[in-house]
Each structure stands twice: as structure tokens, then as C-alpha cells.
């Protein structure tokens, strides 16, 4: 799998849009960019996921450049249970392949 | 509730005892992973399970051996732990299929070594 960059930390206000940014320069065409987040000293928790297409679902937002090297994780109205670590991460799905987590985002919404 | 069931929540163990992390789906997925998250690490693989039969083994010490006796539960039995073992132990499923899915995880297991 393809290897992911995202920035350690993040701040938001209370409401607006949380925009979390990530690189994928290596992804390959077949890999999907998926979106998991981990809320403190629980289980990762599926967000969304594209190949190509931006998506939406009643979470969040994706947003995926053209040449698919970098993608962008919208989250329109940002709570205060938003605060999580969030990561991004290029997955091949296919018999006994699994998700390789790096270290996230740790976005914290403020009041 | 992801409908992946992890018990205990909670696990105090010495390191002369032997005790066993359960993991139950019934998402009719077939294929079956555990994690382990120690403080301020990233998640790491363990083990995955596809048609209950391991496939994947990230060098893990022998003091951690899986179980998987079908497609729906999962077992992490452990025996003379070290107290850097002491982490949150996380099961989860999926399809296993190449077909495009998500993966559920659990709430985990906290397992304090003392």
C-alpha cells in the first residue's frame, strides 16, 4: 500500500469546516484513499472512501485531486465530539490484505 | 455499536497468568484482524484471518497466539506477557474480499500486564 503524509495536528472552531488535508504521491491506480478516525481509546471508526470520484456521505466529504496524488477530508460542521485522531490511508482491498495505519491527524475541535 | 463485540473491555493480568481476548462478528464477514495500539503509537497489525485461516503474521512473539474457529469469533490467547505488552487490543472484520468494503472494528480490549 501506498505510502500516506498528514499533518500531526489540527485545530477547528466549533461549527465550521474541518478540512483535513493528505498526500498520496505513490498511490497507485488501483488503490483507494480510505478515511478512518479513532476517537479517544476506542476502535477506528470507517469514515468514507474514493478511488477517483469526490464522495460524500452523511459524515463527511472527500475530495480527491485529478492526477490523485492528494486528497482532503471535509467535515462541514464541525462538533466538539469531531475531536479525534484521523487518518488517511491509500488500501488495495483484496483477499487478506489489511489497513497499515500511520500516525493521523489529531484534529481538536474547539468551542 | 459497529457489531463487532470484543470482551473483556478491561484486563488487569501478571505475567505468569494466561488469559484469552474474544472477538464475535455477525456482519457475515469473513475475514478477521487483531491490532494492537500501544500509548502514542499507531496501530499495529497482528494477525489476519481470511476463511479462518491465518494468512498474515507480523512477527509477532510467540506469547500471542490467535485462534479463529470460524468466520465469526476470533481469539487472542496470551500467556507469560510482558509488561510492555500492557496496550489496547483491537479486533476487527471485514468482507476479506476483493470486493470494495470497509473494514468494523471493536471497542477493544485495554490489557494492563503487571
Known amino acids: 500500500d501506498a505510502k500516506t503524509t498528514q499533518p500531526p495536528s489540527m485545530d477547528c472552531a466549533e461549527g465550521r469546516a474541518a478540512n483535513l488535508p493528505c498526500n498520496h504521491s505513490?498511490?497507485?491506480?488501483?488503490?483507494?484513499v480510505y478515511w478512518y478516525r479513532q476517537i479517544h481509546s476506542q476502535g477506528p471508526q470507517y469514515i468514507i472512501h474514493?478511488?477517483?470520484n469526490n464522495e460524500t456521505n452523511e459524515m463527511a466529504s472527500l475530495i480527491i485531486t485529478e492526477d490523485r496524488k492528494s486528497s482532503t477530508l471535509i467535515l462541514p460542521h464541525a462538533t466538539l465530539r469531531d475531536t479525534a485522531v484521523y487518518y488517511c490511508i491509500a488500501f488495495l482491498p483484496r483477499a487478506g490484505n489489511m489497513l497499515t495505519f500511520g500516525g493521523g491527524t489529531r484534529l481538536m475541535v474547539k468551542p | 455499536e459497529t457489531g463487532v463485540t470484543q470482551t473483556p473491555r478491561h484486563l488487569v493480568m501478571g505475567m505468569t497468568n494466561k488469559k484469552s481476548l474474544k472477538c464475535e462478528q455477525h456482519?457475515?464477514?469473513?475475514?478477521m484482524y487483531w491490532y494492537k495500539q500501544s500509548a502514542k503509537k499507531p496501530l499495529e497489525l497482528m494477525f489476519v484471518y481470511s476463511l479462518e485461516e491465518r494468512v498474515e503474521n507480523n512477527s509477532v512473539p510467540s506469547r500471542f497466539s490467535p485462534e479463529c474457529p470460524n468466520s465469526s469469533h476470533l481469539f487472542l490467547h496470551l500467556h507469560t506477557l510482558q509488561p510492555e505488552d500492557s496496550a489496547l487490543y483491537l479486533c476487527?472484520?471485514?468482507?476479506?474480499?476483493?470486493?470494495?468494503?470497509?473494514?468494523?472494528f471493536g471497542q477493544g480490549t485495554r490489557l494492563t500486564v503487571v
Open positions: 456482519l457475515g464477514h469473513n475475514a
Open positions: 505513490t498511490i497507485s491506480g488501483n488503490e483507494y
Open positions: 476487527a472484520s471485514s468482507q476479506g474480499t476483493e470486493r470494495n468494503t470497509e473494514a468494523f
Open positions: 474514493g478511488l477517483k
